[in-house]
């Protein structure tokens, strides 16, 4: 029963290409969230939706459209994709807040290269 | 914008050894969180301090929340080949609770 699920794990595609990375999590949460992380392994949030409604949105080019149909999904299109969004992007979900028991749950994260 | 400066950025040791980390911050913070990402894993948590001064332990790691709520370590102790990865050390930017910022990562391997 894998907790924060993302599909595809690998993805190489070719400049320009439009693409999506879909996650699921089955923890109940509220919160989602999608990590980047570049090739120097530094994670830096790009987004976070509370209950389907987008409440971070980091400085990310606006190629980049997260869409939660529901608390339970979040995923990320991107479109145009340039060399430079290659990285490892992680999915993540916790309940609202950073208190005790609000532990952030990631995903095995999705390998993007852009080629 | 807040930073969390991790040191140091790599370690190579020998199985059975002690390790030690920390992760200092111009800002207070007042929750440390300690991941560990395994290779091809995401990142999973270790230990979370909620308190300053606060020493907590899971198995052979330990982790404290500095005093001045600006710093915090983990030390690993009598080291094991599966050790082997990154750690990040992270807190919360409030009021936004879930964002997470991280320090640059601890890339360690351990040499059976």
């Known amino acids: 029963d894998t907790a924060v699920s993302q599909t595809p794990k690998y993805l190489v595609t070719q400049m320009g290409n439009d693409k999506s990375i879909k996650c699921e999590q089955n923890?109940?949460?509220?919160?989602m969230y999608w990590y980047k992380q570049d090739s120097k392994k530094f994670l830096k949030i790009m987004f976070s939706?509370?209950?389907?409604?987008?409440?971070i949105n980091e400085t990310v080019p606006n190629r980049f459209s997260p869409k939660s149909p529901d608390k339970a999904h979040l995923n990320l299109h991107i479109n145009s994709l340039e060399l430079g969004d290659s990285a490892v992007y992680f999915c993540?979900?916790?309940?609202?807040?950073?208190?005790?028991?609000?532990?952030?749950?990631f995903g095995e994260g999705s390998w993007l290269t852009v080629v | 914008g807040q930073q969390l400066n991790q040191s140091p950025q790599s370690m190579f040791i020998q199985e059975g050894e002690d390790v030690s980390m920390n992760c200092t911050s111009s800002s207070i913070f007042n929750t440390w969180l300690w991941y560990k990402q395994d290779p091809g894993e995401g990142p999973v948590l270790l230990i979370a301090l909620y308190k300053a001064g606060e020493l907590t332990s899971n198995g052979r790691l330990t982790a404290q929340f500095g005093i001045t709520r600006k710093d915090s370590f983990l030390n690993i102790s009598a080291s094991i080949p599966s050790d082997v990865g990154i750690y990040f050390c992270a807190g919360p930017l409030l009021p936004q609770g879930g964002k997470l910022i991280f320090g640059q990562g601890t890339e360690l391997s351990v040499k059976p």
């Open positions: 923890l109940g949460h509220d919160t």
């Open positions: 939706y509370n209950n389907k409604e987008l409440i």
């Open positions: 993540a979900s916790s309940h609202l807040g950073s208190g005790p028991g609000n532990t952030i749950y």
